[in-house]
């Protein structure tokens, strides 16, 4: 191997990546199409830092596909996929299906043979599980509906690579090149009977699943008992490596049997530690993955037939995007989410290359036919960002919200002293508490699938941009008193209360804050009722922890009063000086100190611990035997 050379590669591919991902999510692009377009710009076609290892690179790289795999099974449990298998099967199976015999038509259409052309549409038919996923758990999408489908139907095209592989051979036009990657097969059970290979492939998944409940396991507690963090990882890596090259010597998809691997040990004790050893070298084989497809972007072929090039990679996007769309709207999703799923979707995948690359050796497709698919494959997936990014800015905004706007905009002229600007885990708890009192509200919820659901539980919301003057005006803001803002995303929240303030100033603003810096933005923009949303929740565990540790229920509830009374002053003090790092923190540390010896002091105080009323086992033997008192 060469050294040095080695060593230069590795430079470019981690300085494209150190300089082009920070730039992209700067500038709202996202990490995947930073990855993107920095290998386009070291690849061979623009600066030329790296040339024809660039193949070589990218199937190395496919192995982020393996762990990303391995760890999104290692989230679901194996009841949660059997209540999936509705949209795996129905979903996922007629978006294969019909996509896959629409592009066969179109290229029969054309003049290609009946084999290449259901080789082609089958190809084509699947979408990259690395773009997408990465992509949609970026914008916090993967527990949406737009999630929960794309992962289905992702999940049943990383099972359909399965039998196109076995498929294959038999649409053969020419001679198969016995020279070709894959024209070895199934590695270990190629030379076998065609039953019994069947009866190894499934051995094989048998033993997958054997091994994770009963052999694994044990494992992994010999290892976890030495201690040594660095042997845990190496045997996580260990397992999937091995995984994967039992997957491909048996003739089935290495990302597919690390994620059943991942499933089976979802429910481990082990499931955190695996996931945070394995996630770096996902991340980092992700990125590589995403950059050496940007990089392998053939733009001198691209350059040869433009026109044919643009008209295959927008009919492709269009198409699919086009069906995607169609079978969202039968699985009865909201129009937001079928549009998030349908622009997710609509490219090429990662497979194809290597689908490509396994047809042409098998004498499927020739090279003439295969080489303009494959960049194909390669620009869809590097628009892909692009289009989730338009949808997101321009589609969502003007069309996402028509078929939901109608019902309610009548409605909306009601005039409540309150409104509440989001009605998820923060403002559904205020606006029941409020209705509980009989204090009524105008609810604004920007979630389109969750307005629908707190109206079939009885609750009148009116869907809409909180930070917009006039559905704020229709809201009755001119004549409320109060605006409480719920919303979850801090960028929003500060544009509403700047909308707030400008035109409706008779507002009395009580807004969420996120954290510490959160509430610091929103004190500099002049709100005083400033609430952070996990402030409760932890003083409420402290306080608990205090009392299972012995000290008087009475004392862990003074205690926690005067850290939040001292806390909230200090939130304010500091407010004032969070830009300038020095006297922040010198400061922040006068304030800890004091805050330590003010408990110190209140703990040396005898009068609070004689009071033992608040005490949950005092007061359960005084009322069990009133008698003895």
Do not use: C
């Not at 710009?41 to 795999?69: K, T």
């Not at 002293?417 to 509980?436: C, H, M, T």
């Not at 922040?584 to 105080?605: G, N």
């Amino acid at each position: 191997m060469d050294t040095a050379g080695f060593l230069y590669q590795a430079t470019v591919y981690l300085v494209a990546a150190v300089v082009a991902v920070p730039v992209a999510k700067r500038l709202g692009f996202g990490s995947v199409l930073g990855y993107l377009v920095a290998g386009v710009l070291i690849g061979p076609y623009v600066l030329g830092l790296v040339g024809e290892e660039g193949q070589d690179v990218m199937h190395f790289a496919e192995f982020g596909v393996v762990l990303m795999l391995f760890l999104i099974g290692l989230e679901l449990q194996p009841r949660m996929l059997w209540r999936m298998r509705g949209p795996i099967l129905g979903l996922g199976g007629l978006q294969v299906g019909v996509t896959a015999a629409g592009i066969a038509g179109l290229a029969m259409a054309v003049g290609l043979a009946w084999q290449s052309s259901v080789a082609v549409g089958l190809i084509l038919a699947l979408s990259s599980t690395a773009l997408v996923l990465q992509t949609l758990t970026e914008k916090g999408l993967m527990r949406a509906d737009s999630g929960h489908h794309s992962f289905a139907v992702l999940l049943f095209q990383d099972i359909a690579v399965i039998p196109m592989l076995g498929l294959f051979p038999l649409l053969a036009t020419a001679i198969p090149d016995p020279s070709g990657r894959h024209g070895d097969g199934a590695g270990w059970i190629a030379h076998l009977p065609g039953w019994l290979q069947t009866l190894v492939v499934l051995g094989a998944v048998a033993a997958i699943v054997l091994a994770g409940r009963f052999l694994i396991r044990p494992a992994f507690r010999v290892i976890a008992g030495t201690r040594l963090p660095e042997l845990f990882t190496a045997a996580s890596l260990l397992l999937v490596i091995g995984i994967a090259l039992l997957m491909t010597q048996v003739g089935l998809s290495p990302a597919l049997g690390t994620f059943l691997a991942g499933v089976v040990l979802a429910d481990s004790e082990y499931r955190h530690e695996l996931e945070s050893d394995i996630g770096p070298f996902k991340g980092l084989l992700l990125g590589l993955f995403f950059i050496a497809v940007g990089a392998s972007i053939d733009f001198n072929l691209v350059a040869a037939n433009p026109i044919q090039i643009a008209a295959m990679t927008g009919g492709l996007i269009a198409g699919k995007f086009l069906l995607l769309f169609l079978l969202g709207r039968v699985f009865r999703m909201g129009l937001d989410q079928n549009l998030i799923f349908a622009f997710a979707l609509a490219q090429g995948g990662e497979f194809g290359f290597v689908l490509f690359s396994f047809a042409v050796q098998q004498g499927v497709l020739t090279p003439e036919v295969a080489n303009p698919f494959v960049v194909v494959v390669a620009l869809s997936m590097a628009l892909t960002p692009l289009l989730m990014l338009l949808n997101e800015k321009l589609v969502q905004p003007r069309f996402g919200t028509t078929e939901r706007q109608g019902r309610p905009a009548d409605a909306i002229d009601e005039d409540n002293p309150v409104i509440i600007a989001g009605f998820g885990n923060f403002g559904n708890i205020v606006g029941r508490l409020l209705r509980a009192n009989h204090v009524a509200a105008t609810v604004l919820e920007y979630d389109s699938d969750n307005v629908e659901m707190l109206r079939k539980l009885g609750y009148k919301v009116f869907y809409g941009d909180a930070s917009r003057v006039d559905l704020l005006r229709a809201a009755g803001a001119e004549r409320a008193e109060l605006l409480v803002i719920a919303l979850d995303d801090h960028e929003k929240i500060l544009a509403l209360v700047e909308t707030v303030k400008k035109h409706f100033p008779n507002l009395s603003i009580f807004t969420r804050a996120n954290g510490r810096r959160a509430a610091y933005e929103l004190l500099e923009a002049g709100i005083d009722n400033v609430y952070r949303e996990t402030l409760d929740a932890a003083l409420r565990v402290g306080t608990d922890v205090l009392a299972r540790l012995g000290f008087r229920a009475f004392q862990a509830h003074r205690a926690a009063q005067i850290f939040r009374r001292h806390d909230e002053v200090a939130l304010r003090e500091l407010a004032h000086l969070h830009r300038d790092e020095s006297a922040y923190i010198s400061r922040a540390r006068q304030r800890i100190a004091d805050l330590e010896e003010v408990l110190a002091t209140e703990l040396k105080d005898e009068g609070t611990q004689r009071d033992a009323g608040w005490d949950t086992e005092s007061l359960r033997r005084e009322f069990a035997n009133p008698s003895e008192k």
